[in-house]
């Protein structure tokens, strides 16, 4: 099971940091997703950890301005959002796979979601 919390409204600038608390998944031996949905558009892939060599892959549109973490301890996973824009507001979804993952961060390589969490930019 994964449960996102953390999502709200932030200004523009504002940074918001959102978790997804974890059950029945060791997680040190899954991959890792973050990912978003707009109304209207497909769901993006924001932070993907690959378990086999542990490098996380950010896609241009949010490097350095996004970055995901895990507490093993605590069975949860974090992802932190700065410098948060109007073009950011989404559903946010943590996801966890144990199998192949491609290069391209994307939602085909994730079996197991969250239910998401809502993530509104205004001023």
């Avoid at 608390?21 to 932070?47: D, V």
């Avoid at 974090?78 to 796979?97: F, G, H, I, M, T």
Wanted: aromatic share 12%; glycine share 12%; proline share 5%.
């Amino acid at each position: 099971q994964l449960v996102e919390s953390g999502g709200g409204l932030v200004q523009p600038g504002g940074s918001l940091r959102l978790s997804c608390a974890t059950s029945g998944f060791t997680l040190e031996s899954f991959n890792i997703g973050w990912f978003r949905q707009a109304p209207g558009k497909q769901r993006e892939g924001l932070a993907c950890f690959d378990s086999r060599d542990g490098s996380t892959y950010y896609p241009y549109s949010v490097k350095g301005r996004f970055t995901a973490s895990r507490d093993s301890a605590k069975n949860t996973l974090y992802l932190q959002l700065n410098s948060l824009k109007p073009e950011d507001p989404a559903v946010y979804y943590c996801a966890v796979d144990n199998g192949l993952m491609d290069d391209d961060c994307s939602p085909t390589d994730f079996e197991y979601w969250g239910q998401g969490t809502q993530v509104t930019v205004s001023s």
